[in-house]
């Protein structure tokens, strides 16, 4: 069972860290732009 708990943990934290990085691409690119 614990098994199973860390695989959900480190899927949450995959797609948590895929969507922060995505995040972050979308921001530095609308800066790029402004300046």
């Given at each position: 069972?614990?098994?199973?708990?860390d695989?959900?943990?480190l899927?949450?934290?995959r797609i948590f860290c895929?969507?922060?990085h995505v995040a972050f691409?979308?921001?530095g690119h609308d800066e790029?732009?402004?300046i």
């Open positions: 069972m614990k098994s199973t708990y695989k959900f943990l899927a949450v934290q895929c969507q922060l691409l979308m921001v790029s732009i402004q």
